[in-house]
């Protein structure tokens, strides 16, 4: 009985606190607005002024705002507090997009006070891409201005690098304009940002640099293509593709003109008398990404849409981290960087390897390095999982100078510079049986 009792005043309470907050918002108040400012263009980019005087004389006021409309969309939105009856001034800026035509937008003022009565009115607005007379594309150490060559396209003309890296800005030409800037962000031009954008160009001399302010096509960037497969550039020295290839598929190679000059990873590939390449590992999805800076292909093994790892029946992948080992070269060396992981080439099924030569790809007179199960911490190989017995490189179990499984060479031994060898983990008896070959090439 109590508990009912309690329940229906509860109820009650509640019903009154409902009434009271719907109290509050009844509407109250003749808010008046006026626009001072003519509004009838702008330029796409441009920061609209605008003066309004604002009035109520029954209620305090709110806010008064300023609001842009593409189409039934608001794309901006300025709002200002208006604590007393008078003027208010404020800018409100017209987005740069690519690709938007130019037409006629709705800038609609609404002014409300505390007790949510408003007054609005709105205005039709002719907006424009601006015509410029000139881009310029600023890069470190020197600026190029980018003459008009035709609605929305720009070229600047010079001896360029093979590679240039700049942004590009627009100037102002109008009375409400701004700066303009042109960038690098998420994997493609936008505007409003002065990330370098990465031009590339098959061979350094004379060519174009080209823009456009609609649509934001830009050239020269290098279109590489990997088995036929366009290659995504993932920065200035980088491109990427993730595909499929079969174990000794003929791949061939579109924009590399000097793939002679290449350091090409004898695990995966050999490089055919007419510029093509021989895949070497297991069938399988793959990651392959073409760094410029070291001349060469990184390739990591897939599963699905993610780097293998390796799984209990002896599939997927083995990683190499830690030091004194790096491709194409010690000058790249792994180190405990996990993204820098090595993944090792299936060359058949549950069988990996790694080539390295003394002294370039590995050091020479000590090496302490391990295999793992994924491209980074978790599963790894110790001495009670990988054995061996090779007389020049050992495992290392906590008391014999390395960590479990850490590898170092025998004591005594130095590699002869030069010399090639091949690092075999057999995982074919079990991953936590798993067998290491040492052999010189």
């Known amino acids: 009985m109590i508990r009912n009792i309690l329940k229906a005043g509860a109820l009650f309470f509640s019903l009154m606190i409902l009434t009271s907050c719907d109290?509050?918002?009844?509407?109250?108040?003749?808010?008046?607005?006026?626009?001072?400012?003519?509004i009838v263009s702008a330029h796409f980019g441009d920061s609209i002024q605008f003066n309004v005087t604002v009035n109520d004389d029954e209620v305090p006021l709110s806010t008064v705002k300023a609001q842009l409309f593409f189409g039934d969309e608001m794309v901006e939105e300025t709002v200002i507090r208006t604590k007393e009856n008078g003027q208010y001034h404020g800018v409100i800026f017209v987005p740069f997009l690519k690709n938007i035509p130019n037409g006629t937008a709705t800038m609609r003022f609404v002014l409300q006070n505390i007790r949510f009565a408003v007054a609005q009115q709105s205005f039709d607005v002719a907006l424009t891409r601006a015509d410029y007379p000139y881009l310029t594309l600023i890069t470190d150490d020197q600026e190029y201005e980018?003459?008009?060559?035709?609605?929305?396209?720009?070229?600047?003309?010079?001896?360029?690098?093979?590679?240039?890296?700049?942004?590009?800005?627009?100037?102002?030409?109008?009375?409400?304009?701004?700066?303009?800037?042109?960038?690098?962000?998420?994997?493609?031009?936008?505007?409003?940002?002065?990330?370098?954008?990465?031009?590339?160009?098959?061979?350094?001399?004379?060519?174009?640099?080209?823009?456009?302010?609609?649509?934001?096509?830009?050239?020269?960037?290098?279109?590489?293509?990997?088995?036929?497969?366009?290659?995504?550039?993932?920065?200035?020295?980088?491109?990427?593709?993730?595909?499929?290839?079969?174990?000794?598929?003929?791949?061939?190679?579109?924009?590399?003109?000097?793939?002679?000059?290449?350091?090409?990873?004898?695990?995966?590939?050999?490089?055919?008398?007419?510029?093509?390449?021989?895949?070497?590992?297991?069938?399988?999805?793959?990651?392959v990404t073409a760094n410029f800076n070291r001349r060469y292909f990184i390739v990591e093994a897939m599963t699905g849409n993610n780097l293998s790892t390796l799984q209990a029946d002896g599939g997927g992948a083995i990683w190499i981290i830690g030091t004194d080992i790096g491709k194409p070269s010690l000058s790249n060396e792994v180190g405990w960087n996990t993204d820098k992981a090595l993944c090792m080439a299936q060359v058949s099924p549950n069988v990996y390897q790694v080539t390295v030569v003394a002294g370039e790809s590995m050091n020479n007179e000590s090496i302490n390095f391990k295999f793992f199960h994924q491209k980074g911490w978790g599963g790894e190989f110790s001495n009670t999982t990988l054995t061996t017995e090779s007389d020049i490189i050992f495992v290392g179990d906590g008391e014999n100078g390395r960590d479990p499984g850490n590898l170092g060479l025998m004591e005594g031994v130095i590699l002869p510079s030069g010399n090639t060898y091949v690092i075999t983990i057999d995982v074919n008896e079990g991953i936590e049986n798993a067998v290491m070959y040492v052999t010189e090439k």
Do not use: C
């Not at 109290?23 to 006026?34: H, M, R, S, W, Y």
């Not at 070229?155 to 960038?183: D, H, L, M, R």
């Not at 920065?235 to 000794?248: A, K, M, S, T």
């Open 23 to 38: 109290d509050d918002k009844e509407v109250a108040g003749n808010p008046e607005l006026t626009v001072n400012t003519e």
């Open 146 to 287: 980018m003459s008009r060559v035709g609605l929305y396209q720009y070229a600047a003309s010079a001896s360029f690098p093979q590679k240039v890296s700049g942004y590009i800005k627009a100037p102002v030409v109008s009375e409400w304009g701004n700066e303009i800037t042109f960038g690098w962000s998420n994997g493609e031009i936008s505007e409003g940002v002065t990330n370098l954008i990465h031009f590339s160009n098959y061979a350094a001399g004379e060519y174009d640099i080209e823009f456009n302010t609609f649509t934001y096509a830009a050239a020269p960037f290098i279109s590489l293509e990997f088995a036929g497969i366009e290659m995504a550039m993932i920065d200035e020295d980088n491109y990427r593709v993730e595909l499929n290839l079969d174990q000794n598929q003929d791949i061939e190679l579109g924009g590399i003109a000097d793939i002679e000059e290449w350091w090409i990873d004898e695990d995966f590939f050999t490089l055919n008398s007419d510029n093509t390449l021989t895949f070497l590992p297991v069938s399988g999805r793959y990651r």
